[in-house]
């Protein structure tokens, strides 16, 4: 029965009567419509079922779009540096406080809109085999994901600083293999609820550590392990079934080089239709990570150009895959206007090839936010990046 009929039947007809009659109607009976058009009544949240409650952000059903989509979506974006990807359980270890929602929000009202999550997995992962991972350290970490979620952020989450126990060389590559392939099982059941908001990044920088070809591409047999490694890792979140299985997923490089022999053989496994090319430019990087006195000439700018072109043909025009640089910036000691400028034109000539760009900022060197008191150390410099991004 409809309650205002029946109510309405009950009180003279009058217009006053009738403005009453439904002030109190509203009181009684106060519904809302869900994306459905169905109406629900009004509860306290923790008295809802679970069909009524209101979807979270991040949660749902995963949409099938291509990944060139979805990164054309994301926004220009800011890592959360030398936090989760501490070695050390203690995740302030590296000299940063616990993550807190302000701490996000003022990266989200700065106009960041990508954030990315750079976690070591290995202090608080076993080491044998079934390798499980401390499930209060799934939990910690999918606090920071809901603060992007919250925050209407995209959300990237690696294995970051993992090189200790995933190593591309013979004797290794087993057991590396075995374990990554865990993780990520872990990790996609773990986030299986999460929608393509949220994006997984197989591997950071993977190299073999000390040896000559460390940052110049490595070497031919270290680079197909990594090809085995990514194939291990999709094929592990893709088994996991449901929002998994349109998951977008970020490859990358030997050591997330741009160097041409490493791009050129990297290989897409299963030729999988949402991947994305995750790759690392601190170009040059006597000036972005050696403080050289200043850049902005021409021949400076000019060399940047080529380094983007290069990315952007090797990837975008002759792959057809979309690219995230990922992990870019500029050390504190380099001087400010030369920052201010180079962020500028990094950003926006990215932009301009279809390059989504992911500053660093590691809390230090690298530093843009003080998260400590939640302000700018570099506003100039994180308002030229959001600027030069649109």
């Known amino acids: 029965m409809n309650p205002f009929i029946s109510l309405q039947n009950t009180f003279d007809p009058k217009p006053f009567s009738i403005y009453m009659l439904s002030l109190l109607f509203l009181m009684q009976f106060a519904a809302c419509s869900n994306e459905n058009g169905s109406v629900v009544e009004n509860k306290p949240a923790e008295q809802l079922s679970e069909e009524e409650e209101v979807q979270k952000p991040g949660i749902g059903t995963a949409r099938d779009i291509s990944s060139f989509d979805l990164v054309a979506e994301m926004g220009v974006g800011w890592n959360l540096g030398n936090s989760f990807d501490v070695e050390s359980k ?11 929602k302000a701490m996000i929000d003022e990266v989200k009202a700065m106009g960041f809109s990508t954030l990315r999550i750079p976690i070591t997995w290995g202090p608080n992962q076993v080491e044998m085999s079934p390798y499980t991972i401390d499930p209060d350290y799934l939990t910690e970490i999918k606090r920071v994901v809901d603060f992007g979620f919250q925050n209407k952020m995209h959300v990237i989450i690696d294995v970051h600083h993992d090189n200790s126990w995933i190593k591309p060389m013979a004797s290794e590559t087993q057991e590396s293999t075995d374990r990554l392939s865990s993780l990520w099982t872990q990790v996609a059941n773990f986030f299986q609820d999460y929608n393509d908001s949220l994006i997984f990044e197989i591997l950071n920088e993977p190299r073999i550590e000390g ?16 090809n085995d490694f990514h194939k291990a890792a999709v094929d592990a979140i893709r088994a996991t079934g449901e929002n998994n299985e349109k998951r977008h997923i970020m490859i990358t490089t030997w050591a997330a080089s ?24 601190y170009f040059p990087w006597q000036f972005a990570g050696e403080a050289a006195v200043t850049w902005g000439s021409e021949s400076d700018k000019s060399a940047l150009i080529a380094e983007l072109d290069k990315i952007k043909q090797n990837w975008i025009i002759e792959r ?13 000691a380099n001087p400010l206007q030369s920052r201010i400028n180079y962020a500028d034109f990094y950003v926006k000539e990215a932009a301009a090839r279809g390059l989504l760009t992911i500053v660093w900022d590691d809390g230090g060197n690298f530093r843009l936010l003080n998260r400590n008191d939640l302000s700018w150390d570099f506003a100039d410099i994180a308002t030229a990046i959001v600027a030069a991004s649109q």
């Open 258 to 281: 741009t160097v041409p022999i490493a791009m050129e053989e990297l290989t897409i496994p299963n030729d999988d239709e949402k991947i994305i090319i995750s790759l690392h430019s």
């Open 90 to 100: 203690d995740k302030t270890y590296w000299g940063n406080p616990i993550t807190s």
């Open 211 to 226: 040896i000559t070809e460390e940052w110049s591409g490595g070497n031919s047999e270290g680079r197909g392990y990594i």
């Open 320 to 332: 057809d895959r979309p690219v995230i640089l990922g992990e870019w910036g500029t050390i504190e």
